[in-house]
């Protein structure tokens, strides 16, 4: 079974950076890919970044393109979502995944199998 744990989220207001941080612990073996999704109240999870373990390929939804970036510590099974120029709209709560995706599903909440309880990160002046 594999646990995650993310942190980070915070209040803060529009145009600074914040950093989450995602532990995975338990069946890592497991693991192809982690990512990152958000959900703001009364939408749907919203894929944000990914990562393959093995490889280092990442995908970024375009709309946070050039401002969110997706990394990996694998001395710590950590991967790190860096936001940067934030904006009212990035409020939402983030959730890491992960799970064994095909190039087909990686951006899709059904290409992952595990889940965090997510972190609130609100931005607001």
């Known amino acids: 079974q594999l646990h995650l744990v993310e942190s980070g989220g915070e209040w803060l207001q529009p145009g600074v950076s914040l950093r989450l941080s995602c532990a995975a612990s338990?069946?890592?073996?497991?693991?192809?890919?982690m990512g990152w999704f958000r959900q703001a109240p009364g939408k749907e999870r919203e894929f944000i970044a990914a990562?393959?373990?093995?490889?280092?390929?990442?995908y970024l939804a375009d709309s946070v393109r050039g401002r969110f970036s997706i990394s990996r510590d694998a001395s710590i099974n950590t991967i790190y979502l860096q936001m940067t120029s934030l904006k009212s709209e990035d409020t939402a709560v983030y959730f890491c995944?992960?799970?064994?995706?095909?190039?087909?599903?990686?951006?899709?909440?059904?290409?992952?199998?595990?889940w965090g309880q997510g972190t609130q990160v609100t931005v607001s002046s």
């Open positions: 995944a992960a799970g064994r995706p095909i190039t087909s599903n990686a951006r899709t909440v059904r290409g992952y199998t595990s």
């Open positions: 338990g069946s890592i073996s497991s693991i192809i890919a």
């Open positions: 990562r393959r373990w093995a490889t280092g390929t990442t």
